[in-house]
């Protein structure tokens, strides 16, 4: 009874905590300048051609970012846990340097490749936001999507569904692409979501290599001149991110009880 009590005042805290700064935010973003309450904070996103241009932007990088990581970890994970098992535990601290490396630090070595070193492969590299942002921020999400990606391929007999399919006559890619992906899907789409968050809040490494076209730098330029349309414009991206949340969260569990039935 006395731990019941506890989680009740431990969950009524946590919600306080993080229900009150939101709901702050969201009685903010509805203030007017005549002193009432409405939307056009919000309607302002919507007619900003700049926010929606920017916010273009950083989902072009998400989505690049998002097939170049999966299309790397995926089949690492799944050829170092069939072949190379006593290889993970050094992968996995390899894949822990992006965390351990402060985005500063990394942005600042960026910054100095990209004022000092030509040639047309830097040139074209740097070219444009999507293209100089989008292998950086892959390296950036490699430790979350690895973990998670890892995490599905434990929870799955992995080499007895590869043989079985290879047994049936499938090569090792149609195994991975027909069997193994499918089974790992909520994993899959959870280390995408991991990205799409991170490319969204990223602004250290695009502000210091002065790529001013990203959803993360629109944000903070327009609070300068309109705290409540960036007020807004964090909780749209909130609610956003949370319903991409929610999307993985169903497809997953969808997947699961096809797969139990």
Same mark, same amino acid.
């Given at each position: 009874?006395?731990?019941?009590?506890?989680?009740?005042?431990?969950?009524?805290?946590?919600?306080?905590?993080?229900?009150?700064?939101?709901?702050?935010?969201?009685?903010?973003?509805?203030?007017?300048?005549?002193?009432?309450?409405?939307?056009?904070?919000?309607?302002?996103?919507?007619?900003?051609?700049?926010?929606?241009?920017? &916010?273009? #932007?950083?989902?072009?990088?998400?989505?690049?970012? +998002?097939? !170049?990581? =999966? @299309? *790397? %970890?995926?089949?690492?994970? $799944?050829?170092?846990?069939?072949?190379?098992?006593?290889?993970?535990?050094?992968?996995?601290?390899?894949?822990?340097?992006?965390?351990?490396?402060?985005?500063?630090?990394?942005?600042?070595?960026?910054?100095?490749?990209?004022?000092?070193?030509?040639?047309?492969?830097?040139?074209?590299?740097?070219?444009?936001?999507?293209?100089?942002?989008?292998?950086?921020?892959?390296?950036?999400?490699?430790?979350?999507?690895?973990?998670?990606?890892?995490?599905?391929?434990?929870?799955?007999?992995?080499?007895?569904?590869?043989?079985?399919?290879?047994?049936?006559?499938?090569?090792?890619?149609?195994?991975?692409?027909?069997?193994? &992906?499918? #089974?790992?899907?909520?994993?899959?789409?959870?280390? +995408?979501? !991991?990205? =799409? @968050? *991170? %490319?969204?809040?990223?602004? $250290?490494?695009?502000?210091?290599?002065?790529?001013?076209?990203?959803?993360?730098?629109?944000?903070?330029?327009?609070?300068?001149?309109?705290?409540?349309?960036?007020?807004?414009?964090?909780?749209?991206?909130?609610?956003?991110?949370?319903?991409?949340?929610?999307?993985?969260?169903?497809?997953?569990?969808?997947?699961?009880?096809?797969?139990?039935?």
């Amino acid at each position: 009874m006395r731990g019941r009590r506890w989680r009740v005042v431990v969950l009524t805290l946590a919600a306080l905590y993080f229900l009150v700064p939101l709901l702050s935010a969201a009685e903010f973003s509805l203030r007017t300048p005549g002193g009432g309450y409405g939307f056009g904070n919000y309607l302002a996103i919507v007619r900003d051609e700049v926010l929606f241009t920017s &916010l273009l #932007t950083s989902l072009q990088i998400a989505v690049f970012t +998002a097939v !170049l990581v =999966l @299309a *790397l %970890v995926v089949p690492t994970a $799944v050829w170092v846990r069939l072949r190379f098992p006593a290889v993970a535990g050094l992968l996995e601290s390899a894949t822990i340097l992006p965390i351990v490396v402060p985005p500063v630090v990394m942005a600042a070595g960026i910054a100095f490749v990209q004022a000092n070193l030509g040639g047309p492969v830097f040139r074209t590299l740097f070219a444009s936001s999507t293209t100089a942002l989008t292998p950086f921020y892959v390296v950036l999400a490699l430790p979350f999507a690895y973990r998670a990606v890892d995490n599905g391929l434990a929870a799955i007999p992995l080499r007895t569904l590869v043989e079985a399919a290879r047994n049936l006559g499938a090569s090792t890619a149609t195994a991975l692409v027909r069997v193994v &992906l499918p #089974t790992i899907r909520s994993a899959v789409l959870g280390a +995408a979501f !991991l990205t =799409l @968050a *991170l %490319v969204l809040g990223e602004i $250290v490494i695009a502000r210091i290599l002065l790529y001013t076209d990203t959803f993360p730098i629109a944000v903070v330029e327009v609070g300068r001149s309109a705290a409540g349309v960036s007020v807004a414009l964090s909780l749209a991206s909130l609610l956003f991110t949370w319903v991409l949340l929610m999307a993985v969260s169903f497809a997953g569990g969808r997947r699961s009880r096809k797969a139990s039935s």
